[in-house]
Each structure stands twice: as C-alpha cells, then as structure tokens.
Nanobody, 124 residues
Framework: QVQLVESGGGLVQPGGSLRLSCAASGNIFSINAMGWYRQAPGKQRELVAS???????NYAESVKGRFTISRDNAKNTVYLQMNSLKPEDTAVYYC??????????????????WGQGTQVTVSS
C-alpha cells in the first residue's frame, strides 16, 4: 500500500507564502502522476496542480503564476510552493498519487491514493 503524508499547511496572511510537501511511502514500484487538490467547505474538491513522472505540469487557472508544483522522484515527494496567497485559497489541501504498489508480497497493481489533507488558511 501507499501512504501519503502532507505537511506545511498553516495560517498565513494574504500575500504570504507557504510550501506544502507530500511524501509517499510504502511498497512502491513506481509513481506516475502526483498532484495537489483542495476542498473548501461546501465546495467540491478541485485540482490545483499536477505533475507527471517526466516533469510536465498542469495548473488550475486560479493559481497559475502564483503556485509551483515540483517533485523529487528519488524521495517520492511532491511539493507545492504557494505564493501571493489569497483568502480564496483557504481550503484543505490533499496530496494525490497514481502509483503502482502491492499488498505484502502479492502482485503489483496500479491505484490512486490520497493523503489525509493539510489545512491552509489565508486570513488577516
């Protein structure tokens, strides 16, 4: 199985910055895409940014120019640098990974995994 642990969330003033990290662990054969999603109260979870194994990236229009996603494949870790934060960015941010893993010594299989989420609050 794959476990994803996010860190770096917190309270920040508008215009401030935060850097989120997500480390994947477990019996991992490979990780394809990784991404960050967010969900505000009463709203659907939305994609913030994603990054493929080769490094290509994709961003939501609302965060382009402000957020940067990156990954360290050797460490199975993905990052989200968030600059010029706005109150509208307030949400629980979730890490996601498309990974190949296995149950104990069973066959390898590909699945989609989620972290527990980290709260980001942008407020004065």
């Amino acid at each position: 199985q794959v476990q994803l642990v996010e860190s770096g969330g917190g309270l920040v003033q508008p215009g401030g910055s935060l850097r989120l990290s997500c480390a994947a662990s477990g019996n991992i054969f490979s990780i394809n895409a990784m991404g960050w999603y967010r969900q505000a109260p009463g709203k659907q979870r939305e994609l913030v940014a994603s990054i493929a194994s080769g490094g290509s990236t994709n961003y939501a229009e609302s965060v382009k120019g402000r957020f940067t996603i990156s990954r360290d494949n050797a460490k199975n870790t993905v990052y989200l640098q968030m600059n010029s934060l706005k109150p509208e960015d307030t949400a629980v941010y979730y890490c996601n990974a498309d990974a190949s893993t296995r149950q104990y010594d069973g066959p390898w299989y590909r699945g989609n995994y989620w972290g527990q989420g980290t709260q980001v609050t942008v407020s004065s």
